[in-house]
């Protein structure tokens, strides 16, 4: 995530290197962050603007050795993108949820308190942003303020994007949101989830079919996430096949690598799972290989990413020549490209020609020799080039934070204080989820309970301390403890909870 030094906080010490902050010398023997540390990390400060962030996020690239020419932090953008957890609360219970065990007994926030966090992340990343509109799932929100956010969202020039399990998205608020401006749809979809009647992988295809179906031809993104554990690791190679066919629709196939953290039954960290063996799988999936080091997207612990071309069938990497893709992302440094103009575009590409002509020539050349290589392929489809990315996420453990991740994060969420790396949240979720919000209301300040949804005076709200939660409404650890009856949520005969971790 991202660098606290110029806010103030917790300095990004790169292993191995001689730093100035203080402790730096334990903590070089030390590079996870201290239960201390991660209750102090701080959230990107209120005077932080998109210049500055984009130069903060560079300087901890380049103190970490990261800033080589194919890395993209820093220089197109300041975050990659920043959650709006519109709703805590989940019509599914994921054996690796990364909601808290208090996450149910929580009311959704006021709009007025979303509004406010959306200004302060056009503030502090600017225009362009793209911001995950999440949960919890965020449909169990009321439709008339899921849209109205996403309108919002819009309206301030970000790039709304709906993070959903699917089963409230139905194609008629799908249609209304593309309406209101969402310009991405990410279904997540697998094993993890336990849905009823798709006993693997392989079945869940059918349901993931259903649900491009359900966005094919609104003009949304289509996307889908997949959460990686042992039991679906094996499948990788198949659901890499499988999105792979579905290009001509599917944009982008992100595949999250269990961790612990949340309020998940799978407890321990997957270390069978790792993030080069999932790039063989998805390898091995699209019968060739693939470049996964171009470009960089922040820390290569945290984030891979690649993409697939698929002409006539024929599967090819997008990033075949890594020396000259590199070379292309360092020369769009100064004039970056945006998604959706193309006006624009063709301004900062002749921008970028005045300053790097060798480079693009090269690559133009690169360019027409791969369509020469192609065009037997290209004239059976009519032109017809289908394009799919892979992402990889690697979530750490919220007891193995290491701090040179975490500094140079690129995954936000956004909370009252401002963003902050996801993964540092998911460790403290509950002291900012169970936090009574300040609000204005007619010019007098009133704190906002999540606990009760209601207003009251400063220092007469509830006491601090976590919440009851409706028997029903349990999740997770929680659903699965004994209670002193003997049976545990479901009324069924208590586990012991050491069984389930
Ligand atoms: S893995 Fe964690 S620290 Fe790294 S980018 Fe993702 S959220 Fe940020």
């Not at 990107?44 to 690239?61: F, Y």
């Not at 889908?224 to 190679?237: C, K, L, Q, R, S």
């Not at 039954?265 to 080069?276: N, S, V």
Request: with cysteine; glycine share 8%.
């Amino acid at each position: 995530m991202i660098c606290m030094v110029a806010g103030g906080g917790v300095a990004p010490v790169s292993r191995g290197r001689a730093s100035t902050a203080p402790g730096a010398a334990e903590d070089l023997e030390l590079p996870f962050l201290k239960p201390e540390e991660i209750a102090a990390y701080p959230a990107d400060g209120a005077d932080l603007r998109p210049v500055t962030a984009r130069k903060r996020l560079r300087e901890t690239m380049q103190l970490q050795g990261l800033d080589g020419p194919g890395q993209t932090a820093g220089h197109f953008w300041a975050v990659a993108c920043v959650s709006l957890e519109i709703s805590q609360r989940c019509n599914l219970d994921c054996s690796l949820c990364y909601l808290s065990d208090h996450s149910e007994a929580t009311h959704d926030l006021p709009l007025g308190e979303l509004r406010r966090r959306i200004d302060r992340i056009v503030e502090t990343y600017g225009p362009g942003t793209v911001v995950q509109v999440s949960g919890g799932e965020p449909t169990l929100r009321r439709r008339d303020e899921l849209v109205a956010i996403v309108r919002d969202l819009s309206a301030r020039g970000l790039v709304p994007a709906l993070f959903t399990n699917g089963i409230r998205a139905t194609r008629d608020l799908l249609s209304e949101l593309k309406d209101a401006g969402l310009r991405d749809v990410a279904f997540h979809v697998d094993m993890t989830q336990h849905r009823t009647g798709y006993a693997s992988e392989r079945a869940l295809n059918d349901l993931r079919r259903a649900y491009i179906e359900r966005a094919k031809g609104l003009g949304l993104r289509i996307m889908f996430n997949t959460t990686i554990f042992a039991g679906n690791y094996e499948d990788v190679p198949d659901l890499a096949g499988f999105f792979i066919d579905q290009a001509d629709s599917v944009a982008l196939a992100s595949f999250q690598i269990q961790a612990e953290t949340g309020r998940g039954l799978l407890r321990g960290h997957a270390g069978a799972i790792t993030q080069d063996g999932l790039m063989r799988r998805l390898e091995a999936g699209a019968g060739t290989p693939l470049s996964f080091n171009v470009p960089e997207i922040g820390h290569p612990d945290c984030n891979r990413y690649t993409g697939l071309l698929v002409v006539n069938g024929r599967r090819e990497a997008l990033f075949d020549d890594g020396r000259l893709w590199r070379q292309m992302f360092r020369a769009f440094r100064r004039f970056p490209l945006r998604a959706q103009q193309p006006v624009r575009n063709l301004m900062r590409v002749a921008m970028t020609f005045v300053l790097a002509p060798v480079s693009l020539l090269r690559f133009a050349a690169h360019a027409v020799k791969r369509i020469w290589r192609l065009r037997a392929h290209l004239i059976r489809v009519r032109g017809r080039v289908e394009k799919i990315s892979f992402h990889i996420h690697n979530f750490m453990d919220e007891t193995r934070l290491d701090r040179d991740r975490c500094a140079a994060c690129i995954f936000k969420v956004a909370t009252a204080e401002g963003a902050i790396s996801m993964c540092v949240h998911n460790a403290k979720r509950d002291s900012y989820i169970l936090q009574p919000v300040p609000r204005m209301i007619g010019g007098r300040r009133r704190l906002w309970d999540p606990m009760t949804g209601q207003l009251v005076a400063e220092g007469q709200g509830r006491k601090p301390e976590a919440p009851a939660i409706p028997r029903k409404r349990l999740k997770g650890r929680l659903r699965k403890r004994p209670d002193p009856a003997g049976v545990n949520a479901e009324g069924n005969p208590a586990q012991d909870p050491a069984a389930v971790r």
